[in-house]
């Protein structure tokens, strides 16, 4: 195979020094760890390799339905093969479920050695608390740094300097237009949202649907955030979503847009029923206009879908401060986090991180599940890249703030509860603004 080294990269527009203020924020509070826990930045010294056979546990959600199940298990087997003195028993488990799982593991010291999961919520707080370890010493020790984007380490890169996890996933979440669904109903792709109400409206004329999101999940919460975010600047965004001042002027008047966009029959019928499994059926199937999924459905689109599927954010409205519809796009889908359980065994978790971040090794998931890689060069076959992966990088369109960057992490699943309600008929906005300000009373 003809392989060549190509920038992979994406443009991130969070300003580093906003998110390591945000990483510093309150956040969930985790179960007590266990007190043995290192605590300082150093990495423990290297002992020689391992005289009996090691198992390393290790607990992720890549299962085989996963795009990137298939080459992880690659490399767990060709990792084993180099290595026969260590073992993996790896564990899947659904994404949401696997902070609760490793803090509750984490009491009796039964927690895995390494944990690949999200950088959302109550892992903000693993590293203070000692259910995980810092690694900026592994980075410099392991022969990584300089390895890693910028903008990468800076997603896991707490307020006091400590790096959190050795970043793994970064991903694109834009919106997903179906241009056939548009040509048949003959209208052009909105780049405003009065022209997307226009557009839903005939899209409905010819017996197909607008706009699909799962208003019964998390899923759907991040849409929501996404047009709100279409109303308000970056700075905007932070004071609202980090600060809970929802008072602010393009706060408003992104909740009352949600609103009427729902209203204006925007969003598939029965949206605030629909689950994101439901919302990617109904979409792969090729009568919906509109969708907001992420990099990690990229492997999933049917490949006759492919050819009609473009890739941008989401319409402005009128006056927005924004320069270009907006989109999500960031690092934190994924980390490699060491436990104190995979601090007693570190010369495997060596060997193994080491291997695992390979660029060879992280060009699979480039070229197998279109994953946006964290580190600064990938050799990739360009010819067997993913299509909307290659479109994700030049996107006309500009990066949003992620709530979950500034949001304080116990604030999440009732933000999540408010976003459901928003997707429900007949919700207000003067409702969605209290409830949003009520969030983050201290007294509530």
């Not at 985790?30 to 990495?43: D, E, G, I, N, R």
């Not at 700075?235 to 008072?247: I, L, M, P, S």
């Not at 925007?266 to 090729?286: C, K, L, P, R, Y």
């Not at 390979?358 to 964290?374: C, D, L, S």
Request: contains cysteine.
């Amino acid at each position: 195979m003809n392989k060549k080294i190509i920038p992979i990269s994406i443009a991130l527009l969070v300003i580093a020094s906003l998110v390591m203020t945000a990483c510093g924020g309150p956040q969930a509070t985790a179960p007590a760890a266990a007190t043995s826990a290192p605590a300082a930045t150093s990495a423990p010294a290297a002992t020689s390799a391992p005289a009996e056979k090691v198992t390393l546990t290790i607990w992720h959600n890549w299962g085989p339905d996963d795009a990137k199940g298939a080459p992880l298990q690659s490399i767990f087997k060709d990792f084993m093969a180099e290595n026969p003195d260590i073992v993996i028993k790896d564990e899947v488990y659904v994404d949401a479920d696997i902070p609760l799982k490793v803090e509750t593991a984490s009491t009796a010291k039964q927690e895995p050695d390494l944990v690949f999961v999200q950088r959302v919520g109550s892992p903000f707080t693993w590293t203070d608390s000692g259910i995980t370890l810092p690694v900026n010493d592994y980075i410099k020790d392991w022969g990584l740094d300089g390895s890693f984007k910028e903008s990468a380490l800076v997603e896991y890169t707490q307020a006091d300097g400590k790096i959190q996890a050795f970043p793994l996933e970064g991903y694109t979440w834009p919106i997903w237009y179906n241009k056939s669904v548009f040509e048949k109903a003959g209208v052009p792709l909105p780049t405003t949202t009065d022209e997307l109400i226009t557009a839903a409206k005939a899209i409905r004329a010819a017996g197909d649907q607008p706009v699909i999101a799962s208003g019964i999940d998390d899923m759907g919460g991040y849409l929501f955030s996404l047009i709100l975010e279409s109303a308000m600047s970056d700075a905007e965004a932070t004071q609202a979503f980090a600060k809970g001042d929802w008072t602010v002027p393009n706060a408003v008047k992104g909740v009352e847009l949600f609103v009427k966009l729902r209203d204006a029959g925007v969003f598939v019928d029965g949206i605030e029923g629909i689950d994101f499994a439901t919302g990617n059926t109904q979409f792969f199937g090729g009568t919906v206009a509109m969708s907001h999924f992420g990099a990690w459905s990229f492997g999933e689109a049917p490949k006759e879908l492919l050819p009609n599927v473009q890739l941008g954010g989401f319409p402005l409205p009128e006056g927005s401060p924004r320069k270009a519809p907006v989109y999500f796009s960031g690092f934190g889908a994924k980390g490699v986090w060491i436990t104190p359980n995979g601090a007693a065994k570190i010369e495997a978790v060596k060997r193994f991180v080491q291997f695992l971040f390979k660029p060879e090794n992280i060009a699979r998931f480039v070229e197998q599940a279109g994953m946006t890689p964290p580190l600064k060069e990938v050799p990739v076959d360009a010819s067997v890249l993913n299509p909307l992966f290659a479109q994700s990088l030049n996107l006309p369109a500009e990066v949003a703030i992620q709530p979950d960057l500034t949001m304080p992490g116990d604030l999440r699943p009732d933000y999540l509860r408010i976003t459901q309600e928003a997707f429900t008929p007949g919700t207000t906005a003067e409702k969605l603004l209290a409830d949003l300000t009520a969030l983050y009373k201290t007294d509530k």
